[in-house]
């Protein structure tokens, strides 16, 4: 069965600190991912998605990922994080034809000035 | 591009009445929208997914008699709450997908539901 899990419920990093968020997906094919950020009480909103080709995909807002087959990892990351950067950011995976998106539980992010 | 809108954004109701939420593409024909449903601090439960013009598919453990979803266009899904109870407050929110955007689900701002 397809799943996500993202090891991480909470982090918090100091503003202009590196930042990586993991994620890890079960599916027999390759997958669609999609990492995706919400800030409270509002959509989600579509930072990075991965295909195929190249592994390294940028994304909006000074986001990257990688996917690594032989890990099954997604891993988000960035430089250097700013204070409008915290938020819940899910990893989400997308396989057969139904469209479906499979979530994470998602990963709280807190900014210290 | 890829802009999806919800309305309403909050609605409070009394027990019993029934809810209708709006779920529109703003800038792309949506040929599937999907309806999901999020607690607190807690990752998104997908509902119903819905094509243009056919029946919802709704996912196992999802009242299809109490959460009524129509997608009568290329660019509007409902989502209707029948018979609203507290246990029904909810953060609802809809996502949209079509050819122009192959694979990738554009989300709504979300609807807050309070049922008093």
């Known amino acids: 069965a397809q799943s996500v899990t993202q090891p991480d419920i909470h982090i918090t990093v100091s503003e202009g600190a590196s930042l990586e968020l993991r994620c890890n997906y079960s599916?027999?094919?390759?997958?669609?991912l999609f990492w995706y950020v919400q800030s409270p009480g509002q959509g989600l909103q579509l930072l990075l998605k991965?295909?195929?080709?190249?592994?390294l995909v940028q994304g909006i807002k000074g986001f990257e990922a990688e996917f690594k087959r032989s890990q099954s990892s997604f891993n988000l990351r960035k430089p250097s994080v700013h204070w409008s950067d915290a938020a819940e950011y899910f990893c989400?995976?997308?396989?057969?034809?139904?469209?479906?998106?499979?979530f994470g539980q998602g990963t709280t992010l807190q900014v210290k000035p | 591009g890829a802009v999806v809108s919800q309305h309403p954004s909050r609605v409070i109701c009394k027990s019993g009445t029934s809810v209708k939420i709006e779920c529109r593409s703003l800038?792309?024909?949506?040929?599937?929208m999907f309806w999901y449903r999020q607690f607190p601090k807690q990752s998104l439960m997908l509902m119903a997914t819905?094509?243009?013009?056919?029946?919802?598919?709704?996912e196992q453990g999802v009242e299809k008699d109490k959460f009524l979803i129509n997608h009568a266009s290329l660019t509007l899904s409902t989502l209707t709450v029948t018979s609203a109870h507290p246990e029904d407050s909810s953060f609802y929110i809809c996502?949209?997908?079509?050819?122009?955007?192959?694979?990738?689900?554009?989300f709504g701002p979300g609807t807050r539901l309070l049922v008093l």
């Open positions: 989400a995976v997308q396989g057969g034809n139904t469209g479906k998106l499979i």
């Open positions: 996502s949209a997908t079509g050819r122009s955007i192959q694979e990738t689900q554009y």
């Open positions: 819905s094509n243009e013009g056919s029946k919802a598919t709704y």
């Open positions: 991965y295909f195929s080709g190249d592994t």
């Open positions: 800038d792309f024909q949506a040929t599937t």
């Open positions: 599916y027999g094919a390759t997958p669609y």
